[in-house]
């Protein structure tokens, strides 16, 4: 979905490394997302933010960090990567106020896919 | 505690054949619920949802969902498979009770529509 960019796309870096993810969404929503992808895993969310000032952990947020810089950007930080924190990162944006019957769909972007060596 | 499971990793299927991709859900309260796919490389697309109303549920590319509250299970079906529908699939639920927006998601079904 364009509306919800990445960036970078594809990332490999060295164990020790501090690394960011960066999303930027046009959608206009307030709520944002992290998640990481794992094979057989399905997604699992590391953080979310409902607003500049509103951030909170998701189920695997050791060993990340994140930034609302603003209503459209959210950035997540690895502070040391390992190795097990070799994934594909996605962001989601919602926001109840759009979706039919305040359902609060989520939409995504595509995806970073990072290498920790 | 909400859940979602997707007991089968892998479907096959023949092109013209239907499909159906099975999804069940535990919450502690009233479900919304949700599919996703995913295309190689790219990131999850909407599919479609269910809020509240019919059980049939109609989304995108001719999919459509059957809510079965009885059976807690939201299964994606269509009536005729294209190739094109290889893909990752992935439910999700959340509990519409719930003022956080989180989603919680199976571990995914690949589709896989030969020819």
């Known amino acids: 979905d364009a509306d919800v960019t990445q960036t970078p796309r594809n990332r490999i870096t060295k164990t020790g490394k501090r690394i960011m993810l960066e999303c930027s969404q046009t959608?206009?929503?307030?709520?944002m997302y992290w998640y990481r992808q794992d094979p057989g895993l399905g997604l699992r969310l590391i953080y979310y933010s409902f607003d500049v000032k509103d951030i909170n952990k998701g189920e695997i947020s050791d060993g990340y960090s994140v930034s609302r810089q603003a209503q459209a950007k959210f950035s997540l930080s690895l502070e040391s990567a390992i190795p097990n924190q070799t994934a594909l990162y996605f962001c989601?944006?919602?926001?109840?106020?759009?979706?039919?019957?305040?359902?609060?769909?989520?939409?995504f972007g595509p995806g970073t896919r990072l290498t920790v060596l | 505690a909400q859940s979602v499971a997707q007991p089968e990793d892998q479907v096959n299927v023949a092109e013209g054949n239907p499909l159906t991709v099975k999804c069940t859900y535990s919450v502690s309260g009233n479900p919304y619920l949700f599919w996703y796919v995913q295309y190689p490389n790219r990131g999850l697309q909407f599919l479609l949802k269910y809020i509240t109303g019919d059980n049939l549920v109609k989304g995108s590319y001719g999919f459509e969902a059957e809510f079965n509250k009885s059976q807690t299970s939201f299964h994606l079906k269509k009536p005729s498979a294209l190739v094109s529908d290889s893909a990752l699939y992935f439910c999700?639920?959340?509990?519409?009770?719930?003022?956080?927006?989180?989603?919680?998601f199976g571990r995914g079904t690949q589709l896989t529509v030969w020819p």
């Open positions: 959608k206009g929503h307030d709520r």
């Open positions: 989601a944006t919602s926001d109840p106020a759009f979706s039919g019957g305040g359902t609060d769909t989520q939409y």
């Open positions: 999700a639920v959340r509990d519409r009770g719930s003022t956080l927006g989180r989603l919680y």
